[in-house]
């Protein structure tokens, strides 16, 4: 702990950060000129994915994962005792590096699954949890231990980046990390809060540097139909609730993707924003300005040996800063500059699509995944029109589906160039671009469809998850249980299938 807290009280240092944003400003500078010669170019387009899930016990509350269970199975943790985050490696984005990835990650998901196993414990394919550990939710996220000026939640790994990033936001934000949604209000003296949720990050490293703008601004549109049919987190664990008047009523007006204001409010602290939907870039190089213009938040030097980033692992030494810091740039699509191309020659440069929620499977993770990926590459590969859709329409798009999920009024440019709100016309012309994105890596229709199909099916039965878990709720509220056994009842039934690995389709 001793290191740790030296660590800490070293990142919050008002010298570090000048030598920090010193370094990272030099650092973007050969970025800059590096992105313009090319450097970033690479023999093909290829797809990454990150997984986040939780653990709970025999009775299906919540619970943290013992550390003998990350030895060298590839695992994780996150910010949370109770989450871990798996990796799938880099492939080339044709039908072998599809089927690799697909097999890699759920060999690693039933590996770790096994492991659990052992303990007692269940791994959750989930967007949030709502079944309380033992202690109760609150003193959960709450609990913290005070070193001299340096809190350390005790449910929050004791990693020097985490701890850094807790004090600093929660100084930021005036002492008190807000979560302010329907029916709960709180104040927490961690930025632990954020544990609540679970995701998955898609990752497509684009080919030719020259290209990064379209493909970046065209995810940015993507956005909210996408979140709309993958909603998954409509609940906080029920003993969350403080401020319910009418229990169906809060199931009716909490968001289909709570996860969204959740983690917003946890980083958006203080009149900062770290988290939100970024503006559209012109050039390469504006990604490179964004980062260095953003908020610098827990900085750390590369002479700190001790420093373990995740995000970092993979960077050269000459940018270590600049890519330690781009580890807080929390944009819901996120550039990620670094690291080896798939194939092993030259760099990378990818989008990182953050806003999903972790889905009820790993089937139905791949099928999103390839959603994602595809549809970004539909759109450029066909030279589609939806790039001219306004920024601001995308982005009230992006919240309209946090908030009302299928029901969104979103924004679309079809082929033919004309604007619609019409989701009949919205998903069909959504769902070819993914098959024509995934035809133009070597798939074929058949196979197209096949790694579309979870995802059509929800479209044509009208159904997500974030519904099904609203539905549930209800019923069990119209049986007479209250809001908080209701909620609990639902997760149980959605750990059974989720466990025994039914597609949501089939639920």
């Not at 199909?453 to 099904?468: F, I, N």
């Amino acid at each position: 702990m001793d290191t740790v807290l030296s660590a800490v009280r070293r990142a919050l240092d008002p010298d570090t950060q000048s030598t920090f944003d010193r370094r990272v400003a030099e650092q973007a500078e050969r970025l800059r000129a590096e992105l313009e010669a090319g450097a970033f170019d690479s023999n093909g387009a290829a797809v990454g994915l990150e997984l986040e899930l939780y653990a709970v016990d025999e009775t299906g509350a919540l619970t943290p994962i013992d550390e003998t269970v990350f030895g060298d199975g590839g695992y994780a943790r996150e910010i949370g005792l109770h989450n871990v985050e798996l990796n799938a490696s880099p492939q080339r984005f044709d039908p072998e590096g599809v089927a690799a990835q697909a097999d890699e990650l759920k060999a690693s998901v039933s590996g770790l699954q096994k492991a659990l196993s052992a303990r007692g414990q269940q791994l959750i394919c989930d967007g949030m949890w709502t079944i309380p550990p033992a202690e109760g939710s609150l003193r959960y996220l709450d609990l913290v231990d005070t070193h001299d000026g340096i809190q350390t939640a005790v449910n929050m790994p004791t990693k020097p980046r985490y701890c850094a990033m807790d004090n600093t936001l929660v100084r930021e934000a005036g002492g008190g990390i807000e979560l302010d949604v329907p029916g709960a209000h709180h104040r927490f003296s961690t930025i632990l809060v954020e544990s609540l949720t679970s995701s998955i990050q898609p990752h497509l490293q684009i080919p030719e540097t020259a290209q990064f703008p379209t493909y970046f601004n065209a995810a940015i549109r993507t956005l909210g139909p996408v979140l709309a049919l993958s909603t998954n987190s409509p609940f906080l664990p029920g003993d969350l609730y403080n401020s319910v008047d009418d229990p169906h009523r809060l199931v009716d007006e909490t968001p289909h993707e709570l996860r969204i204001p959740v983690f917003e409010g946890t980083v958006n602290v203080g009149g900062r924003t770290k988290a939100c939907c970024p503006q559209d870039i012109e050039t390469p190089t504006d990604i490179v300005d964004r980062v260095v213009e953003d908020w610098t938040c827990g900085p750390f030097l590369s002479e700190w040996s001790e420093t373990p980033t995740e995000e970092t692992a993979d960077a050269v030494d000459s940018v270590w800063e600049f890519i330690h810091k781009y580890g807080t740039y929390w944009r819901w699509v996120r550039p990620i500059i670094g690291g080896d191309a798939s194939d092993g020659e030259g760099g990378s440069l990818r989008i990182e699509y953050r806003p999903l929620p972790t889905q009820p499977t790993v089937e139905d993770v791949l099928s999103l995944h390839w959603l994602t990926t595809g549809l970004i590459r539909g759109i450029v590969a066909a030279d589609h029109p939806l790039v001219e859709l306004d920024w601001a329409d995308a982005e009230q798009g992006f919240y309209n589906a946090v908030d009302d999920g299928l029901k969104a009024d979103l924004s679309w440019i079809t082929a033919d160039g004309e604007s619609t709100s019409d989701p009949e016309l919205i998903y069909p012309e959504l769902f070819d671009l993914a098959r024509r994105g995934l035809r133009a890596q070597g798939h074929t229709d058949s196979e197209a469809e096949q790694l579309l199909a979870p995802m059509v099916d929800r479209w044509e039965r009208g159904q997500t998850p974030s519904q099904w878990k609203k539905a549930r709720v209800r019923e069990h509220l119209d049986d007479g249980k209250p809001l908080a056994e209701a909620i609990t009842a639902m997760q149980t039934s959605y750990n059974q299938h989720s466990g025994r690995g039914v597609p949501f389709a089939d639920w």
